[in-house]
């Protein structure tokens, strides 16, 4: 499955409006700016930085205990031996699937890549010469540990604490040594949902760029359906786990478009926009969500109690008559779904079945965390694919869903020939993309 690749100044249209849209520099000078003078009245009695996000704190808190803020470069062990746990890790052949995705990422960007085991060490790298140098200083190579405990507050850390994908920028670091650089990280998982390391794009601070964190946690999926491609096959006397889309499911959601619904032979069901959100993150990863995560993926950090989260998985497994897991939330029963059906399509090279199958944004009225970033990991994958393609039939279709994306229409046209009528289309849509 081809990410979203993350290039200087390109943006993604979503529904009519604009996405991804780059943080102008003044705007990363200022964030910075604020974030350093939290970090420097660290410490300070009744001191409270109200811009620091809870994990984040909550991180730093924990890190006094073990690392010194003073500290340049993260302990290293023997790279020797980390290189060696590589060429036998179960990560390597499927990091090798996205690898060529992840140099391309590094070359045109400027970022470094890095995987690391459970332990958060570094096992493999790859980037530019010039990045690579740079991040070698911090001892970010193999064998360098880059665990909360070792380096205080960072993405890596961060991702294998709260087993989800995260991003540190600039000053949210612990370690100043770590100032002048942005991470976006994300957990990979066994098909048993065990996270065997993580996945991490990191660059300089004033690179920072909305997409990463979306293009990370697509190569992170792409690594974990290698994973799970790998997998022996279970034996038939050992019931396997039913599969996210199944052809012959009763049920099938409509996640994509202005008109979610969930459907059981044909018979609408009724369900509120959040237990929609549930079923479309359970349908989108299918190896399943903690509770913990599943909660952070649909309310942040709004506080909401556990009984309102409960209540909404409750309703929802009635509606499926059973259908959920309880300890792991994860789906039981045959489900099918539009947006499930366009990552799949994505990750056989075939974009014309993606594009054919993509109704429109997933669950564009949901600001539920998990449900956004899914909406631009699937929005980015498909323009990137389409872009990539010589069928201007499919720049024309899916132009349908990206109204202000001057970069989509003028692919369009550069593939249709000169008496083409459906030139008029492209070239109607590509003024009003330019105001």
């Known amino acids: 499955m081809s990410a979203g690749r993350v290039r200087a100044g390109r943006t993604a249209g979503t529904a009519g ?66 290189r060696s746990r590589w060429a036998h890790s179960r990560l390597r052949e499927p990091v090798a699937s996205v690898a060529d995705e992840l140099r391309r990422i590094a070359d045109d960007a ?15 790298t790859c980037g530019g010469r010039h990045m690579r140098a740079q991040a070698e200083k911090l001892n970010f190579a193999p064998g360098g540990r880059w665990d909360e405990q070792a380096m205080g507050t960072n993405a890596l850390s961060m991702a294998l604490l709260r087993g989800q994908a995260a991003t540190v920028f ?8 770590l100032h002048g650089w942005v991470c976006y990280c994300a957990p990979i998982r066994d098909a048993q949902g065990r996270v ?15 997409l990463a964190l979306s293009t990370v946690r697509l190569l992170a999926a792409g ?69 913990e995560r599943l909660r952070d993926a649909l309310y942040g950090d709004r506080s909401v109690s556990a009984s309102t989260f409960k209540a909404e998985v409750s309703h929802l497994r009635s509606a499926l008559g059973g259908g959920i897991a309880t300890r792991r939330y994860a789906l039981t029963a045959p489900l099918a779904c539009d947006a499930v059906e366009v990552v799949a399509a994505l990750r056989r090279a075939d974009p014309a079945a993606a594009v054919a199958a993509y109704a429109g944004p997933l669950l564009p009225r949901s600001e539920a965390p998990g449900v956004v970033e899914w909406r631009e990991h699937l929005h980015v994958a498909l323009r990137e694919a389409v872009l990539s393609a010589v069928d201007p039939a499919l720049a024309l279709d899916f132009g349908r869903h990206a109204r202000y994306d001057a970069a989509l229409h003028r692919h369009a046209l550069a593939l249709l020939d000169g008496h083409d009528p459906r030139r008029g289309i492209a070239t109607a849509r590509l003024r009003a993309a330019r105001g």
């Open 223 to 291: 690594i974990e359906e290698r994973l799970r491609e790998d997998v022996p096959a279970v034996p038939a006397a050992v019931p396997a786990a039913t599969p996210a889309v199944a052809p012959s499911a009763a049920f099938r959601l409509r996640a994509l478009g202005e008109t979610p619904a969930l459907h059981r032979d044909g018979v609408e069901l009724p369900l509120r926009p959040r237990q929609l959100e549930i079923l479309a993150l359970l349908a989108l990863e299918p190896e399943g969500f903690t509770p």
């Open 17 to 82: 409006t604009t996405v991804g849209q780059p943080a102008t520099a003044a705007g990363l000078r200022r964030r910075r700016a604020e974030l350093e003078r939290a970090w420097s009245e660290l410490g300070r009695p009744g001191e409270k930085a109200a811009s620091l996000r809870a994990e984040v704190a909550e991180s730093w808190a924990r890190s006094g205990a073990s690392v010194d803020r003073a500290c340049l470069e993260a302990p290293v062990g023997d790279a020797d031996a980390a």
């Open 110 to 124: 400027g970022f470094v890549a890095a995987v690391t085991d459970e332990s958060g060490t570094i096992l493999w």
């Open 196 to 210: 065997l390391g993580v996945l991490d794009l990191s660059t300089t601070w004033d690179r920072s760029h909305p």
């Open 170 to 177: 600039s000053a949210e670091h612990y370690l100043a040594a």
